[in-house]
């Protein structure tokens, strides 16, 4: 990855398609504030005259609860950057006396605003969504709206050339739009990083160490991590009972073990979502009975629907020893307390992103980190 994009080489001495501009929109602000820093550094770095890269921009509500989106700069040509995440709850808007938390559809709503406030003046509009939009709605079952393929074809239509997310819930979405450039970007390398920093004596070997995908859907994920590692990968499958429908889904009735033993071996459970948090204690339970001995838990989005409390009695009995999450949607404050919760920081992976793109350099490398990671287990080997 470095030796593509770095600050002597790229800002200044390549050719890009416009001038970058970054709208980090209220949402991901913190995130925004980050990778600027990144891009800020590396241009200067690069002989250029640059304070930020970053454009004001606001979506202030009348008192009716109607909306408007506004950017405060000339956008003129240049090629943006609009990076939204539709999962941070912690934004709220005043409606008829009453504060309202801001829903997903609210947010991607905002982004909208954001496109057409552009008026068509761009070069170039690309779009940063870390956690897509409608994507656990990604596929129809009986008479379903299909939330994520539909939003992607609006955002084609409103002139949107490249969308980028990360760990995307079924990345077959984009088949929706196979003329619009998506990446899906795994971050794999960035987990690993953050694991080594994070656990004393951390040894992912055959002997020591199993990758333990929490289902078949994210089977593709974990197979990655066993690969790159050399280590063994298990599963568990969800027996559901498909005669009732419960919050919208079939209740899981049991989760099946498929895998080697783990006695006596730390356990990594890699999963796209964190929601409520219920299932993927039920595999940290399960597994315990099956006498592990450290149980890491990962999630690219780590929400916690029903709080804290339920990974903090696992933790505090011995039943996980740590979970892992991205700053690509909002953390609480009181999640970032927590001794067990370990952040994963992606700002300087999607700054290189931006400027890859920025200037029409391959994200081969980027897309798959497999060099890096190798790199990483000989360093420390």
């Known amino acids: 990855m470095s030796d593509i994009i770095t600050a002597d080489n790229v800002f200044g001495k390549h050719e890009h398609v416009a001038e970058l501009k970054l709208i980090s929109m209220e949402s991901a602000a913190p995130l925004g504030e980050k990778i600027n820093k990144y891009l800020v550094?590396?241009?200067?770095?690069?002989?250029?005259n640059v304070d930020?890269?970053?454009v004001e921009n606001q979506c202030p509500r009348f008192s009716s609860g109607d909306s408007k989106g506004l950017i405060k700069d000339t956008v003129r040509g240049d090629d943006i950057f609009i990076l939204v995440d539709v999962g941070n709850y912690n934004c709220?808007?005043?409606?008829f006396g009453e504060?309202?938390?801001?829903?997903?559809?609210?947010?991607?709503?905002?982004?909208?605003r954001i496109i057409q406030a552009a008026g068509g003046k761009a070069n170039r509009i690309n779009?940063?969504?870390?956690l897509l939009y409608g994507g656990r709605q990604h596929r129809r079952t009986y008479r379903e709206s299909l939330d994520c393929a539909f939003m992607l074809q609006e955002l084609q239509g409103m002139g949107v050339k490249n969308l980028v997310t990360f760990d995307a819930h079924d990345p077959r979405v984009q088949n929706a739009v196979p003329l619009m450039g998506f990446d899906n970007v795994m971050p794999s390398y960035q987990v690993l990083k953050t694991m080594f920093r994070s656990i004393p004596d951390f040894h992912p070997n055959h002997d020591n160490f199993m990758i333990i995908s929490p289902d078949e859907g994210a089977i593709g994920r974990n197979m990655?991590?066993?690969s790159s590692l050399g280590v063994d990968l298990g599963m568990f499958y969800k027996r559901r009972d498909y005669s009732v429908i419960v919050n919208g889904r079939n209740p899981i009735v049991a989760h099946e073990y498929l895998g080697n033993d783990v006695e006596?071996?730390?356990v990594f459970i890699a999963d796209d979502i964190i929601s409520s948090g219920e299932s993927m204690l039920d595999i940290a339970y399960e597994l315990k009975k099956r006498k592990a001995r450290n149980i890491y838990c990962y999630s690219t989005y780590a929400i916690f629907t029903n709080g804290l409390a339920s990974f903090d009695k696992a933790y505090a009995e011995g039943m996980i020893s740590g979970v892992f999450g991205t700053n690509l949607t909002y953390e609480s404050p009181e999640l970032l307390s927590r001794e067990w919760y370990h952040e994963v920081d992606?700002?300087?992976y999607i700054a290189f992103y931006i400027v890859a793109l920025n200037h029409n350099i391959s994200v081969t490398q980027l897309l798959d980190p497999h060099q890096k990671i190798k790199q990483l287990l000989e360093n420390h080997r």
Do not use: C, E
């Not at 550094?41 to 250029?48: E, F, I, M, N, R």
């Not at 709220?92 to 409606?95: E, F, L, M």
């Open 264 to 266: 006596g071996k730390d």
């Open 346 to 348: 992606m700002a300087k």
């Open 52 to 54: 930020t890269f970053q």
């Open 224 to 226: 990655y991590y066993a």
């Open 99 to 112: 504060t309202n938390r801001m829903s997903p559809d609210d947010h991607y709503q905002d982004l909208k």
């Open 127 to 130: 779009v940063i969504m870390p």
């Open 92 to 95: 709220t808007y005043k409606y």
């Open 41 to 48: 550094d590396w241009a200067q770095k690069g002989g250029l």
